[in-house]
């Protein structure tokens, strides 16, 4: 059982490419969500999902993009990257809305956009 | 719209002591509160769920409260050790949609 899986787990990007930032999870978990961490700032939502084919916006989600074709997947697209994206990219699951249900993380995706 | 805050930022104590991290929020109207671990480098552990309707949960030698009315979150560590060195992060989920809004975390060192 590996749990919530990040790749890659380092990038460097120049501004204005694109990149994705895979998750994955095996624990066939309903709801998944992407957060970024900065200093200062604490995590904060990008997008989440509560279902395959169900995307919604978080706190902070200019510049990226989502989507969920499957149970299992929850990729995170960075459409010109900019150097205000560079952060900790944490992908996060949880079963269902239960109120008991914890939600898991992944490792995290440390990303720089020079 | 809901916050949360974390006292103290950071936290240094002597190997063997208890201790107390507060989290506070400002709407009483959560689904549940998690605590969460991270290590330097690493992504998030979750250490205590506590659904909006419990008081508290334990697991070890800790021990997480709530008290909704008053916003309060307390995460009790009993005879910490080195291994306890770490930041801890609170979260509130305020629906059930699996979103979590987290405090900016208490940076525990625990001297030998």
């Known amino acids: 059982n590996a749990g919530v899986t990040q790749t890659p787990k380092f990038q460097v990007l120049k501004t204005g490419q694109s990149m994705t930032l895979q998750c994955a999870q095996d624990?066939?978990?309903?709801?998944m969500s992407w957060y970024r961490q900065d200093p200062g700032m604490g995590l904060r939502l990008i997008h989440y999902s509560v279902g395959a084919g169900i995307t919604d916006q978080g706190e902070v989600p200019n510049g990226y993009n989502v989507s969920r074709s499957t149970t299992e997947d929850f990729p995170l697209r960075l459409l010109s990257a900019a150097p205000s994206q560079t952060s900790v990219y944490f992908c996060?699951?949880?079963?269902?809305?239960?109120?008991?249900?914890?939600?898991?993380f992944g490792e995290g995706s440390w990303l720089t956009v020079v | 719209k809901q916050e949360v805050t974390q006292i103290p930022a950071a936290l240094s104590v002597p190997e063997g002591e208890n201790l107390v991290l507060n989290c506070s929020f400002t709407d009483s109207a959560i689904y549940n509160l998690q605590w969460f671990r991270q290590d330097p480098g690493k992504g998030l552990t979750s250490l205590l769920l506590?659904?909006?309707?419990?008081r508290e949960q334990t697991s070890g030698r800790l021990n997480a409260s709530l008290d909704k009315s008053s916003g309060r979150s307390t995460l009790y560590i009993a005879a910490s050790q080195p291994g306890d060195s770490a930041t801890y992060l609170c979260a509130v989920r305020t629906s059930n949609t699996g979103k979590l809004i987290f405090g900016q975390g208490t940076t525990l060192q625990v001297k030998p």
């Open positions: 506590i659904q909006s309707s419990q």
């Open positions: 996060a699951s949880t079963l269902s809305g239960g109120s008991g249900n914890t939600i898991y």
């Open positions: 624990m066939n978990h309903e709801y």
